[in-house]
T-cell receptor, first 111, second 108 residues
Framework: NAGVTQTPKFRVLKTGQSMTLLCAQD?????MYWYRQDPGMGLRLIHYSVGEGTTAKGEVPDGYNVSRLKKQNFLLGLESAAPSQTSVYFCASSPQGIEAFFGQGTRLTVV | GIQVEQSPPDLILQEGANSTLRCNFSDSVNNLQWFHQNPWGQLINLFYIPSGTKQNGRLSATTVATERYSLLYISSSQTTDSGVYFC??????????FGTGTRLKVLA
């Protein structure tokens, strides 16, 4: 039982490049979330999903897209990376929106 | 949206001391969690506590939902307690909103 697994753990991108972050959970949770954490700040919600095939915007959705084609996976895409997207990205899952469990984070640097 | 305020923002303790961290929120919530972010960046679930009191070893938490605050108590602090403590709340939309955290440093 791995919980919430994020891939990759580290990535460096050049401005304008695209990439996809993968979040996988093996707890059969309905809800999944993507957050970003900037230095000295709390986590801010980018997008979330309340079930397979659904997505919704959070607090800071601009510049990101998401997909939830399978219940266990939640993908976060950056179509054209910008330095302002340098951050640590966390994925979380939750059963029915109750207690949330987080992955280990992905450190992304855009140069 | 809901605003979450945590206090104090920074706290330095000697090993063995006790402390209380506070989380205030601006609207009624269905869910509330406390997390510890360790120096390696991992977010560790401490308590899921939308109301009432819970204890786990040296840590305990109390949420008074009607008065819109939660408290995290750390007793007999250890150097391994260092890190950032976050409070996160969610209302009926199931979106967890985080506070900016309390940065704790425990000195040996």
């Amino acid at each position: 039982n791995a919980g919430v697994t994020q891939t990759p753990k580290f990535r460096v991108l050049k401005t304008g490049q695209s990439m996809t972050l993968l979040c996988a959970q093996d707890m059969n949770h309905e809800y999944m979330y993507w957050y970003r954490q900037d230095p000295g700040m709390g986590l801010r919600l980018i997008h979330y999903s309340v079930g397979e095939g659904t997505t919704a915007k959070g607090e800071v959705p601009d510049g990101y897209n998401v997909s939830r084609l399978k219940k266990q996976n939640f993908l976060l895409g950056l179509e054209s990376a910008a330095p302002s997207q340098t951050s640590v990205y966390f994925c979380a899952s939750s059963p029915q929106g109750i207690e949330a469990f987080f992955g280990q984070g992905t450190r992304l640097t855009v140069v | 949206g809901i605003q979450v305020e945590q206090s104090p923002p920074d706290l330095i303790l000697q090993e063995g001391a006790n402390s209380t961290l506070r989380c205030n929120f601006s609207d009624s919530v269905n869910n509330l969690q406390w997390f510890h972010q360790n120096p390696w960046g991992q977010l560790i679930n401490l308590f899921y506590i939308p109301s009432g009191t819970k204890q786990n070893g040296r840590l305990s938490a109390t949420t008074v939902a009607t008065e819109r605050y939660s408290l995290l108590y750390i007793s007999s602090s250890q150097t391994t307690d260092s890190g950032v403590y976050f409070c996160a709340v969610a209302s009926g939309t199931y979106k967890y909103i985080f506070g900016t955290g309390t940065r704790l440093k425990v000195l040996a």
